[in-house]
């Protein structure tokens, strides 16, 4: 198993309550009033020059109404669960130019820029936040200038002179392929003009990653991050190729959606699913997804986690940095707890396997390239070496 933290000095200090109310509390509610960091804040991961914490919050809800049911009177929250997140040692936050819906294009990057600037905790962790943003590979961006001028607009509406991760979010290679080489350009100028400090992409399939990598390492660009639809509900062969592609390269993988969109979250059920486009996805999808919320529970009652926990800590496990989506205190909490342990590798085993026998994936995003060639054998060998490592672990534990 890859787990892809590294260690250093431990220097985190436990933040306790304020000096007046120590002068007057008991030792024992004292203890209950300190307050320890989630997981260690020495734990991070490197992403190009940059060193993240080994879970990500994603923004996507943070303006979107059609999806995400956003509204503006949520805002106060969710500057709450962004000072959470940095004061527990989160500083990895992901968004795009396109989150926000209607006249609210823009909102989560305008809403994450606020609460930067609004911080009033720690100021080294405050220093330490990176921003990830997407670029849209919209039709009228059709040549690297553009690109960098998308750039310039997200670093306004967050109000930064540099973006931490300028990713592509999405290839173009299948529908315009004159356009990929803007978005290839654009990327190399806005790393040139140090506009962002590094660059990555999204929903990149395994052929066009290992392309545009070398393009951008004949430019003398470094390409650190591949982000990508990562979860139990969407492990297919795609995501095992990109994984070994990016281990190969050096490139950090960042799993999307790892609580499929809710649905590992074990609280929706055929009869009581989400509004809007949400429930019309996951009516088709809960009733075959049984077997792997069983075995979600089952460790997570055993391991006295919640079944969010464990979903995003397979994520980790698989040595990727998870992004989960996140809309109230409660749930950024909950999260939180995903951190500073790991499942073991039988645990992670028993969930691959009953993510294998689940009917129904998640839906693929449709700008994700992919890479038909060799698809059958990479699945047999798959598939085979699981059941035989099942078969082996079934054997020492029952015969
Ligand atoms: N590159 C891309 O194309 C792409 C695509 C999709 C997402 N992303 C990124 O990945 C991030 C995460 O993906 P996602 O937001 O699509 O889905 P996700 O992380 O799989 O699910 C997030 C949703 O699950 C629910 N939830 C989260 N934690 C919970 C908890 N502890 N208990 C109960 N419910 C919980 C919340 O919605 P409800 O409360 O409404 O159920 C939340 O908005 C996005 O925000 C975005 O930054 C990127």
């Known amino acids: ?206 052929k066009q990653l290992v392309k545009i990598h070398d393009y951008l390492k004949a430019q003398g660009v470094p390409l650190c991050s591949a982000q990508v639809q990562f979860s139990l509900l969407s492990m297919g062969k795609d995501q095992i190729e990109i994984k070994n592609i990016c281990d ?16 590992l979250t074990g609280k929706y059920t055929p009869s009581n699913l989400p509004n809007g486009p949400r429930g019309f996805l996951f009516r088709q999808i809960l009733p075959g997804l049984q077997p792997l919320l069983n075995s979600l529970k089952e460790i997570a009652q055993k391991r006295r986690k919640t079944v969010s926990q464990v979903a995003i800590n397979w994520c980790i496990c698989k040595g990727t940095i998870p992004i989960p989506g996140v809309k109230s205190i409660k749930q950024a909490e909950e999260n939180l707890g995903a951190l500073g342990w790991q499942l073991s590798s039988d645990e992670l085993l028993e969930l691959d396997y009953a993510a294998l026998e689940s009917p129904t994936k998640m839906v693929q995003n449709i700008f994700q390239t992919r890479n038909i060639d060799d698809e059958l054998i990479l699945m047999a060998f798959t598939t085979d070496k699981i059941r035989k490592e099942r078969e082996a672990l079934f054997v020492e534990r029952h015969v």
């Open 1 to 206: 198993m890859a787990l892809y933290i590294s260690y250093s000095t431990p220097t985190a200090s436990v933040s306790c309550s304020t000096a007046s109310q120590n002068s007057t509390i008991s030792a024992p509610s004292l203890l209950k009033n300190l307050k320890f960091p989630r997981f260690w804040p020495w734990q991070k991961v490197k992403i190009g020059p940059m060193s993240v914490s080994p879970m990500g919050f994603g923004t996507w809800a943070w303006g979107n109404q059609l999806l995400w049911g956003y509204q503006e009177s949520m805002d106060s929250e969710l500057q709450q669960i962004f000072n959470l997140a940095v004061e527990n040692g989160i500083n990895l936050f992901d968004t795009a130019d396109s989150y926000g819906t209607g006249k609210l294009n823009g909102q989560s990057e305008k809403l994450l820029g606020k609460f930067i600037r609004e911080y009033q905790g720690n100021k080294q962790l405050g220093d330490n936040i990176v921003i990830a943003t997407k670029f849209a590979a919209y039709p009228w961006r059709l040549t690297p200038n553009q690109f960098v001028d998308a750039c310039k607009s997200s670093l306004d509406r967050v109000q930064l002179e540099q973006i931490g991760i300028g990713q592509l979010h999405w290839s173009t290679a299948n529908y315009a392929p004159l356009q990929e080489r803007a978005l290839w350009d654009g990327l190399v100028a806005m790393y040139d003009k140090g506009l962002v400090r590094a660059v990555g992409v999204s929903n990149y399939g395994p």
């Open 248 to 263: 190969s390269l050096g490139i950090r993988v960042i799993s999307y959606s790892p609580l499929g969109l809710g649905m």
